[in-house]
Nanobody, 116 residues
Framework: QVYLVESGGGSVQAGGSLRLSCKAPRTITSVFDPSSMAWYRQAPGKQRDLVAQ???????NYADSVKGRFTISRDNSRKTIYLQMNSLLPEDTAVYYCHHTQTMSWGQGTQVTVQG
């Protein structure tokens, strides 16, 4: 298991921006670097869905609903991934979770609320 810590959530007006961070402070480089990382989100009463994924060499994949608005990135030197969220919509409201693919580890989640 990899210990993941998310931050950056909050409440914003529709059209606003937030930047989420996910750190793996206790993870050694040989575990963090090779793995794909991802952001998922779960709205109340709904399943947890993939938002964005980034491979170890920087290739990205996005859910259709966030393409053009969200950007995932990683900084292996800081063992951190980011999710830049722009043009936020009320339907983006959810708890956002960081995921380390190789070990199937999850963070505790960070709440994002978009007021319309």
């Amino acid at each position: 298991q990899v210990y993941l810590v998310e931050s950056g959530g909050g409440s914003v007006q529709a059209g606003g921006s937030l930047r989420l961070s996910c750190k793996a402070p206790r993870t050694i480089t040989s575990v963090f670097d090779p793995s794909s990382m991802a952001w998922y989100r779960q709205a109340p009463g709904k399943q947890r869905d993939l938002v964005a994924q980034i491979t170890n060499d920087g290739r990205t994949n996005y859910a259709d609903s966030v393409k053009g608005r969200f950007t995932i990135s990683r900084d292996n030197s800081r063992k951190t991934i980011y999710l830049q969220m722009n043009s936020l919509l009320p339907e983006d409201t959810a708890v956002y979770y960081c995921h380390h693919t190789q070990t199937m580890s999850w963070g505790q989640g960070t709440q994002v609320t978009v007021q319309g």
